[in-house]
T-cell receptor
Framework: RKEVEQDPGPFNVPEGATVAFNCTYSNSASQSFFWYRQDCRKEPKLLMSVYSSGNEDGRFTAQLNRASQYISLLIRDSKLSDSATYLCVVYDTNAGKSTFGDGTTLTVKP | GAGVSQSPSNKVTEKGKDVELRCDPISGHTALYWYRQSLGQGLEFLIYFQGNSAPDKSGLPSDRFSAERTGGSVSTLTIQRTQQEDSAVYLC????????????FGPGTRLTVL
């Protein structure tokens, strides 16, 4: 079993749709959690951090459930420009190790 | 300001040759990370540096892989006696501190071993 697991998709949605991605992690010592975005043949870039209290940035909402070791990302009112691969990242500060999920691919269509 | 840079951007080599990949982190960033990404796969964590120190090298795939960082800045990842399975994109990232939220990635080095 992988340390960080994501549904690979692909998710194909129309513009304006709401889409949710899930991620589970196995290392209970993990302290920090993030969503990164990676466009085709480009490097990953931070989308947002994930907090237990939930956090929102415009159309994006991230949520963390430590008890269930589960992370989610919700995208509302999808835009064509949201098409990318979304990577769930779990960080063990003590070990200095970032573990990336394999990513979920989103394609938003007109 | 300048981001993370990596060189070369592409490297084609023959099986059995040694290669050296270079990463220039953002100035002032103390933490540096190496990953590799095979086609269609996620990122595989290789090693991190806090300053010039790499406390844990267990993520390196084999003893053919080594990495160093000097002057708290430039890092090199060396692969000896390359094999075809080493073909991947090697990504470097840096962050201000080890526990900092955001890692800034370089564009990667695409390594092809023939």
């Amino acid at each position: 079993r992988k340390e960080v697991e994501q549904d690979p998709g692909p998710f194909n949605v129309p513009e304006g749709a709401t889409v949710a991605f899930n991620c589970t992690y196995s290392n209970s010592a993990s302290q920090s959690f993030f969503w990164y975005r990676q466009d085709c043949r480009k490097e990953p870039k931070l989308l947002m951090s994930v907090y237990s209290s939930g956090n929102e940035d415009g159309r994006f909402t991230a949520q963390l459930n430590r008890a269930s070791q589960y992370i989610s990302l919700l995208i509302r009112d999808s835009k064509l420009s949201d098409s990318a691969t979304y990577l769930c990242v779990v960080y063990d500060t003590n070990a200095g190790k970032s573990t990336f999920g394999d990513g979920t691919t989103l394609t938003v269509k007109p | 300001g300048a981001g993370v840079s990596q060189s070369p951007s592409n490297k084609v080599t023959e099986k059995g040759k040694d290669v050296e990949l270079r990463c220039d982190p953002i100035s002032g960033h103390t933490a540096l990370y190496w990953y590799r990404q095979s086609l269609g796969q996620g990122l595989e964590f290789l090693i991190y540096f806090q300053g010039n120190s790499a406390p844990d090298k267990s993520g390196l795939p084999s003893d053919r892989f080594s990495a160093e960082r000097t002057g708290g800045s430039v890092s090199t990842l060396t692969i000896q006696r390359t094999q075809q399975e080493d073909s991947a994109v090697y990504l470097c990232a840096s962050s201000l501190w080890l526990a900092d939220n955001e890692q800034f990635f370089g564009p990667g080095t695409r390594l092809t071993v023939l």
